[in-house]
């Protein structure tokens, strides 16, 4: 018999080929012999939305929110479909829950002109549920800070204190800036900033510093290598 990674395996292999009748079988399988599986009716539910069952989707979603309260992917997918119009339901495109195909250089450090930053007083999941990695924002500079809003001027979040003072300085001065939404969860958001072009004022001055270095703690190195040397045992 089978075991339920290899379906998994296999599951996995015939959604990577958009082979999706194939998926919903394998997936169905790992599900019949693992009601609990969460991963596979994750899986499911992906496989149903591009063959146009919504329905279904929509009901795995809730079931997998049953098993976990707080599965981010059930529930920003499930919001996702809930707020289709009634009628295009039936037919909805196959990009509603997109898969994100995204340049491996999109988020290429550059020292000084690129940065990730994890975001404060985001807005709530309702907002970040609908967010994608790779997504388009901007930089809002307001009097104090500088916010984060997606391409439809919706509020995302606000830079940190430090990071919105040197900012403000430099965009009022006529730098300009790429935003990129880097990660998502249910109360955090990372971005990935670039410098795009220094104004005159401030031209010879990198828009990021490097972070500080940190230098490692000797008795935690110890305790590492101690439990390294108990596994080998």
């Not at 500079?141 to 940190?160: A, F, M, Q, T």
């Not at 031209?203 to 990021?208: D, G, I, T």
Request: contains cysteine; aromatic residues 6%.
């Amino acid at each position: 018999m089978i075991s339920t990674s290899n379906l998994s395996k296999n599951a996995i292999e015939s959604a990577l080929s958009h082979n999706w009748k194939d998926a919903v079988s394998l997936n169905e399988s790992i599900i019949e012999m693992d009601p609990s599986n969460i991963e596979g009716m994750l899986r499911l539910a992906y496989a149903h939305i591009q063959l146009q069952n919504i329905e279904k989707a929509k009901k795995l979603y809730r079931k997998v929110l049953l098993l976990d309260k707080y599965c981010f992917v059930a529930q920003k997918n499930l919001n996702k479909l809930s707020a289709l119009p009634k009628r295009s339901k039936k037919t909805v495109q196959k990009s509603t829950v997109k898969q994100t195909k995204m340049s491996p250089n999109l988020f290429l450090e550059e020292p000084g002109k690129t940065k990730s930053v994890n975001l404060i007083n985001v807005a709530p999941i309702s907002v970040l549920s609908q967010l994608e990695n790779g997504d388009n924002a901007y930089l809002c500079i307001k009097r104090h800070s500088v916010e984060v809003r997606d391409e439809n001027k919706v509020y995302l979040g606000v830079l940190p204190d430090d990071l919105s003072f040197r900012l403000l300085r430099l965009m009022q001065s006529g730098n300009t800036y790429t935003v990129i939404i880097k990660s998502t969860d249910k109360k955090s958001l990372s971005v990935f900033l670039r410098e795009n072009k220094r104004g005159k004022r401030f031209k010879n001055q990198p828009s990021f510093l490097p972070n500080s270095i940190e230098f490692a703690d000797p008795v935690k190195e110890v305790k590492k290598c101690q439990v390294s040397e108990d596994e080998f045992e």
